[in-house]
Every structure is written in structure tokens, then in C-alpha cells.
């Protein structure tokens, strides 16, 4: 059997411990990590990302976080409002290692630390706020939430940078009530908009009534003024008629023959009126003398003379 020599056993083992103190004393961090190095069990430094040389059997790493936001769900927990209701709310916190240090000896653990002040600080705020308001107010709780815990998460090394409730549950009794309002609330709506559409539709009809009156009282109004002005109208067509025939009269009663045909006219017209005078009564009636026919047109012939001889001036 082939014996190894002293110096030679001595260089190969010499050789493994360089190697082993090598492989010890480098070490890579990765992206967004960071390691704690504690020297003989006293804080030393912290390695960033990326090739790091440490003392083997002197150094350690003692702690390694991770630099990424990190979701952390609060366990659900029963909170009393103001107006003594209990509501059942759970949320989800996000928070990131700002200070490995201090996240390292500030606190045992700083996750749980987080949790249990989280929870806390929603009972309290909670307390100080109606049922109602809950619902409504997400936005504050979630920031009095997050205020409270970043304010005491400095010393820890941690940043917490929201918080958000997933559900706020109240018992089931509140919930019946709950809907029951919304319900009539509902109900309530319909009803006025209801009412407000008669309302509506009346105003609607007594307006469109008013109108459809003006309307028509202007249109009467028209009308009889039409009326009025045709009437007027007529009127003076026929006295123009009437001026102009008797002009004609007048002038043609100068012409050669023309007075004799006057009183043949008044003789037919006398004649005329007494036939129609007949035929709309039941009596007869005859003139008492008939030879007053002949004063009659000579009474009218006198009258046709006289306008004659008042237009004969004019002409001149």
C-alpha cells in the first residue's frame, strides 16, 4: 500500500482549508436582499446585493431580509363601534424593510409587532366612529390605520405603506335591519318620483289647457277682427256701388230720353215692391187709389230733378 509522507499530507490539507476558507468568505446577495453579518456575535455590517467578503468561522450571517413590498394579511377581528355594534373586519398590510439594523434588534419580530399594533389601531379607530360611517369612511380608517403603525414601525426598520380593510362584516341581525332600510329607502324614492311625475304630468296638462285657451281666444279675437274688418269692407263697397249708380242715374237722366226711362224704372219698382208684398203675406193689399202711383212718380221724378240740378254745378 502506497503511504503518503508528512509534508505532503500536510500541503493537501493545506490546500483543503484554503479552499473551505475561500468558499466561506465569499458570498453573493441577491437583488433586493440585504444580510446582517454579526462578528464574534456582535453586529458587524450589512452586505448589499451582489459579491461580498466575509472572515470565515468569524463572521456569520445572522439575519437576511428581503428589501420587496410585502403583503401581510391582518387575522379577522371583532371591533365595537361607537353605537355598540360589533363588526367582524380583516384587511391586508403592506409594508417594506427599510432599515435591516434595525428590523434585525429592534424588535424579535417585527411581523408579528406590525400585526398585533394593525389590529389595535383599527379596534380604536373603529370605536370612535358610528356604524354608518364605517362603511363610508374606508378611505380614513385606512389611513389613521396606516399612520398609527408607521409612526411606531420607525424604530423597527419597517415602512408600512398602506393598509386596506377586505370586509367589514356586522351580524346578521344588523344586516337584516340594514337591507330592510334600504329596502324602504328604496321604496321611498319610488313613491316621490312617483308623485313627482303626477305632479309633473298635471302642471303639464293645466299649461298645455292654458295655451290651447290663449290659442283659441286669439283665434276668436282674429276672427271677429276679419269679421269685423270684411264687414267693414263690404259696407263700403256697397255704398261705393251704390254713390256710383246713383251718379250714373244723374248723369245718364240729362241725356235725351233719359228721364223717361227713370220713370219707367220707379213705375217698375212701385209695381215690384207691392207684388212682393203680395206674395209674402196672406192679405191683398191694393193701393186705396191708384192714381197715387202717378204722384208717387212724379213726387220721385221731382227728387231725381232736384239731385240733377245740385250735380250740374259741380261739373262745371
Known sequence: MYMLNGPLVVSLVVIVIAIIFAIQSIKVVPQQTAWVIERLGKFHTVLNPGLNFIIPFIDKVAYRHSLKEIPLDTPSQVCITRDNTQLSVDGVLFFQVTDPKRASYGTSNYIVAITQLAQTTLRSVIGRMELDRTFEE??????????????AALNWGVKVLRYEIKDLTPPSVILQAMQQQITAER?????????????????????GAKEAAIAQSEGEKQAEINKAQGQAAATIAIADATAQAIRNIASASKDEG???????????????AFSNLARTNNTLIVPSNLGDMASLISSAMKIVKSDSQAASPIKK
Open 138 to 151: 374606508r378611505d380614513a380608517i385606512n389611513n389613521n390605520v396606516v399612520a398609527a403603525i408607521d409612526e
Open 187 to 207: 321604496e321611498k324614492r319610488a313613491l316621490i318620483a312617483a308623485s313627482e311625475g303626477r305632479k309633473q304630468e298635471q302642471i303639464n296638462l293645466a299649461t
Open 258 to 272: 233719359g228721364m223717361t226711362a227713370v220713370n219707367l224704372q220707379i213705375a217698375e219698382k212701385y209695381v215690384e
